[in-house]
């Protein structure tokens, strides 16, 4: 069945560090987007990044479709970087509709 | 432009008893998809409406439904409430089913089933 994994489950990281972010998936996808779920519950987007690479200041995203993953890069961490951040890829063939990964905790410390 | 709006933000009913969640779509969007979030879980898909019709549904029983009105406001139904539908509700819109720029989500609605 369509699945999407997230690597690493937890991460805790100390200010100004930098972290890579996986999602692999298991199909060929129409889209996908990385959220940032906030501690009060609302998904920030990041990136609506199907294909290539976008830069939004320290944070970046690739997504290399052929291959079936996508990466999502912070630099220069920050305390307002905690949470859970969630790919959701639109499988191709399908509704279109998200499908979430479990998603990465991240806690960024002072 | 405004953004996606969801009502109300918190909500407890009794087991049994049915409920009604709303969502404005952002301006100038024509989708939206109510997700069911459990504690410690990723958003799982209920349903998408697009220009007022149901257009693909996850795994819910019936007693889930919705509606979307010529404003592209929206409701989710849910009837005789159970415990495990305790959860947070997400309501996203997008223009032409997200193949443009994708979701955007609203902050919720977290409804608690006693």
């Known amino acids: 069945g369509i699945q999407v994994e997230q690597s690493p489950p937890d991460l805790i990281l100390q200010e100004g560090a930098n972290s890579t972010l996986r999602c692999n998936f298991s199909?060929?996808?129409?889209?996908l987007q990385w959220f940032h779920q906030n501690p009060w519950g609302q998904l920030i987007n990041l990136f609506y990044?199907?294909?290539g690479t976008k830069q939004n200041g320290r944070l970046s995203a690739t997504t290399v479709a052929t291959e079936r993953y996508s990466l999502l890069y912070i630099s220069s961490s920050q305390t307002t970087d905690s949470g859970v951040y969630f790919c959701?890829?639109?499988?191709?063939?399908?509704?279109?509709?998200?499908?979430f990964g479990a998603g990465t905790r991240l806690a960024v410390h002072p | 432009e405004t953004g996606v709006t969801q009502s109300p933000t918190h909500l407890i009913k009794t087991r049994g008893q049915q409920v009604t969640l709303r969502c404005s779509s952002q301006s100038g969007h024509n989708t939206v998809s109510w997700y069911q979030q459990a504690l410690g879980q990723g958003p799982q898909f209920i349903f998408q409406?697009?220009?007022?019709?149901?257009?693909g549904r996850g795994n819910f029983p019936p007693r889930f439904s919705g509606l979307q009105f010529p404003n592209y406001s929206s409701e989710l139904n849910v009837n005789a409430l159970e415990l495990d539908d305790s959860a947070l509700y997400l309501c996203a819109s997008s223009l032409v089913q997200g193949r443009k720029d994708g979701y955007t989500f609203g902050s919720g609605t977290r409804l608690t089933v006693v």
């Open positions: 990044i199907p294909s």
């Open positions: 409406y697009y220009r007022e019709e149901e257009n």
């Open positions: 199909d060929s996808v129409n889209n």
């Open positions: 959701a890829p639109v499988f191709s063939g399908g509704y279109n509709k998200l499908i």
